[in-house]
């Protein structure tokens, strides 16, 4: 299988660049290969690489830096995304794609997980260029599949649970938002569990993804605020005899002011991508445990 990966530099891109590997010849793009505010860029990268499938793990991912600049934003979450399912139709190639639990508002009070069909009404800047990228996708008929997914991170590259473990041995306290709550996903899982369902496809990717087109969503198994996922951030740290901090306090996201509004209660509901792919993420705190420990 021939494989285009775009975004190959950033968080979940490296993660992806090791598991695509077992699973075709992978032709990666990152940023300084490849600029995504350039259409004609775009569309020229994939036509060179020639794919069966393109995997798209770049984004404009600065959720309070897009406040301010949302034309960028929208250049790369929504106008590249549409350039990428253009080419992969005109090609046959499939395209996967990742999106993200900005989609949704929040507000909702049942307190029950979100389903791919539900309505979306993101609050910010980010949230619209990924809902952008999405309707793209979706008007245009694209061979496309979407993977909604949320609080990716990796304890060795910029993210929320990285900044904790930096944290903990800088200050004596931590202050830590605990009425949002989400899914922790580890880059890896999400690689992992990308290259498997890509595997499965490997006999005929295109005509594969083309028949599964359409949005799921793919995060750690089981929810948690900011506030729980800090406090088993260093819990689980087997440094933690280095941390300085020796008390996490909960605060309320009006204590912590930031430039755009995050969805205060966004799980994601995965059952869809278990039933047609057969692939589900491990729970968020054992996946925790195993990413501190590597």
Not at 1 to 15: F, P
Not at 37 to 52: I, S
Not at 159 to 169: K, P, Q
Request: one cysteine or more.
């Amino acid at each position: 299988m021939r494989i285009a990966l775009v975004g190959s530099g950033g968080q979940l891109g490296q993660a992806l660049a090791g598991t695509l590997a077992c699973v075709g010849r992978v032709t990666a793009f990152d940023r300084a290969a490849l600029d995504l505010r350039d259409m004609g860029a775009v569309r020229a990268a994939v036509r060179a690489a020639k794919p069966e499938v393109v995997v798209n793990a770049a984004a404009y991912t600065d959720v309070d830096r897009a406040e301010a600049d949302e034309a960028t934003a929208m250049l790369v979450n929504g106008d590249a995304v549409g350039a990428l399912g253009e080419e992969c139709r005109r090609i046959s190639a499939g395209l996967v794609h990742y999106s993200t639990d900005f989609v949704f508002d929040g507000r909702r009070t049942d307190r029950a997980p979100y389903r791919e069909d539900e309505p979306t009404g993101p609050l910010g800047a980010y949230g619209r260029s990924k809902l952008a990228g999405e309707q793209a996708l979706a008007a245009l008929g694209a061979p496309a599949i979407v993977f909604r997914t949320a609080w990716v991170y990796s304890p060795k590259r910029r993210s929320f649970v990285s900044s904790i473990l930096r944290l903990a041995r800088e200050r004596d306290e931590l202050r830590v938002v605990a009425d949002q709550v989400g899914n922790p996903t580890l880059a890896a899982d999400l690689a992992t569990a990308t290259a498997l369902v890509l595997h499965a496809m490997r006999r005929d990717p295109f005509g594969a993804i083309d028949e599964a087109r359409g949005i799921y969503h793919l995060a750690g198994a089981g929810a948690a605020t900011r506030f729980e996922l800090a406090r088993a951030v260093i819990e689980l740290d087997p440094r933690r005899a280095e941390h300085r901090a020796k008390r996490v306090e909960p605060i309320a996201t009006a204590d912590y002011p930031l430039p755009a509004p995050r969805p205060a209660f966004a799980p994601l509901d995965c059952r869809k991508a278990l039933e047609r792919f057969g692939v589900e993420l491990p729970p968020w705190r054992y996946a925790l445990a195993r990413a501190l420990r590597d």
